[in-house]
């Protein structure tokens, strides 16, 4: 994952051999990097978003999902959000909450507007695993899962409101 984040670009790294850390690499210029977040035995960062003011991640724990968050870009905080979860997937803003799509069963989509008091917004038990991308278009919040390869898009990201926007397409 890359993102933006007061005038500098972050990097999200993937490490799944050795020492199976997950680190977030910070440049001014895109060309000179810093790492400023080490997760060990994270494996993976794989979500980057901006919300109010601050830089959010997730790594893949694989075991309990958590959220990072950072307004410098250097000091981070974590354990924000910890449901049952393997890995923070996919993480966005959407009208005034920081979302955040969960590796786990029965796809779970959860909320914040603080980034600190989490709410499960959607799950969709027939996908099974995975909500993989999120994105906003057209005024609404879409939610792309893994298994199935199935769609869902919501008009306020509220739970209950959400409906089926392209079905099975893997």
């Given at each position: 994952?890359?993102?933006?984040?007061n005038?500098?670009?972050?990097?999200?790294?993937?490490?799944?051999?050795?020492?199976?850390?997950?680190?977030?690499?910070?440049?001014?210029?895109?060309?000179?990097?810093?790492?400023?977040?080490?997760?060990?035995?994270?494996?993976?960062?794989?979500?980057?978003?901006?919300?109010?003011?601050?830089?959010?991640?997730?790594?893949?724990?694989?075991?309990?999902?958590?959220?990072?968050?950072?307004?410098?870009?250097?000091?981070?905080?974590?354990?924000?959000?910890?449901?049952?979860?393997?890995?923070?997937?996919?993480?966005?803003?959407?009208?005034?909450?920081?979302?955040?799509?969960?590796?786990?069963?029965?796809?779970?989509?959860?909320?914040?507007?603080?980034?600190?008091?989490?709410?499960?917004?959607?799950?969709?038990?027939?996908?099974?695993?995975s909500?993989?991308?999120?994105?906003?278009?057209?005024?609404?919040?879409?939610?792309g899962?893994?298994?199935?390869?199935?769609?869902?898009?919501?008009?306020?990201?509220?739970?209950?409101?959400?409906?089926?926007?392209?079905?099975?397409?893997?």
């Amino acid at each position: 994952a890359l993102m933006v984040f007061n005038g500098k670009l972050y990097a999200a790294n993937t490490n799944f051999s050795g020492s199976r850390n997950a680190t977030i690499y910070q440049s001014s210029d895109g060309s000179s990097w810093t790492q400023v977040l080490s997760q060990t035995n994270g494996g993976c960062f794989t979500a980057l978003s901006v919300f109010n003011g601050r830089l959010y991640t997730g790594p893949c724990n694989w075991g309990n999902a958590t959220v990072f968050a950072t307004a410098d870009g250097v000091n981070w905080t974590n354990n924000l959000f910890t449901p049952f979860g393997f890995a923070v997937n996919t993480m966005t803003a959407f009208k005034g909450k920081i979302y955040a799509g969960l590796y786990a069963n029965g796809t779970p989509l959860y909320s914040s507007p603080d980034g600190s008091q989490w709410t499960n917004v959607f799950s969709a038990s027939s996908d099974r695993n995975s909500i993989t991308n999120l994105a906003v278009f057209n005024g609404k919040l879409y939610a792309g899962t893994a298994v199935n390869g199935t769609i869902y898009s919501s008009s306020d990201g509220a739970g209950g409101n959400w409906q089926l926007s392209l079905s099975n397409t893997g």
